[in-house]
């Protein structure tokens, strides 16, 4: 019986002892998950009120060699990480719906934006320009955005999903949709711009057919001077200028999410990056002179 209580009692203490390490561990990896979280990064997002619908130009784009009229969509927003924690590789992924005239949602992704690293309270300027697709000969983008206006239908929408690590390589999605308003001051002049592009096309239809065929024969000088003078002649046209746009954070719209490696790769795979083009030019413009005055050449980039 004294062995037995002997044994009993080595075996209690060896079992307090595996409940008491068994807790410090927990509340180890209590204090370091306390510890991580404390220290998260968030970068969130706000518009600018410089973001605007651009004055209508003619474009022509190579290699499909499409001849488009429009007034592209130019967003402003600032990115500023208000978590405790440094953010790293931090991708921006716009996209602008809208209602088509088909009455189907359109989404339109233009190229993305990288920011490598935000510190607390650190704060730097994001911006994006919309394009977008033509859905019939005459139906261009942004005058659905106009006409959705004018005739009172569904607002469009900004979307910013912000992609995200923290130091530790934890990754993260933010969402968050910006309603497209137009001041109230600004309807007459919304109203001609929507005129505008309906009728330009048929209005420069001459110039139009002389600029496809001298970049057909491949006499690009010519048809470079020849569209520089059609969007002057355009500017001088009534409704022909930047509109000012009033971007409204959509109540309950930002969230924020935890995602897999996977996930995070997965979704940034398929995405556009800007890149260069064209080698970068050397300039003589603001280099510093040499002991004989002359200018130092600089690469531009």
Known sequence: MANFISYMSSLSTILMVLVVILATRQQVKEMENTRVLQNQPLPYASPLKKSHLEAARFFFSPPENEFSLLCRLIFYGSLEN????????????????????????????????????LKPN????????????????????????????????????????????????????????????????????????????????????????????????????????????MNEKLS????????????????????????????????LGRKVYPRRVSPPKKSKMNAPQNQKGQCAAREDI
């Open 82 to 117: 208000i978590g405790n924690g440094s953010a790293v590789a931090i991708d921006i992924v716009p996209k602008l719906l809208y209602q088509g005239k088909t009455g189907k949602i359109v989404a339109i992704e233009p190229v993305f934006q990288r920011v490598e690293s």
């Open 122 to 229: 650190q704060k730097v300027e994001i911006h994006s320009m919309f394009v977008g697709e033509q859905e019939s000969p005459e139906g261009i983008m942004h005058e659905c955005i106009l006409r959705n206006y004018i005739n009172n239908e569904l607002i469009s929408q900004i979307e910013l999903n912000v992609f995200y690590r923290n130091v530790l390589g934890a990754c993260f999605r933010s969402r968050v949709l910006f309603d497209i308003w137009f001041y109230e001051e600004d309807q007459e002049k919304i109203k001609s711009c929507a005129k505008l592009l309906e009728t330009a096309k048929i209005d420069f239809a001459d110039e139009i057919r002389k600029y496809t065929a001298l970049k057909k024969d491949n006499r690009d000088t010519e048809a470079d001077v020849l569209i520089e003078k």
């Open 236 to 267: 001088q046209n009534e409704g022909c200028a930047n509109i000012p746009i009033s971007l409204e954070l959509r109540r309950g719209s930002f969230s924020v999410t935890p995602i897999s490696l996977h996930d995070y790769e997965k979704e």
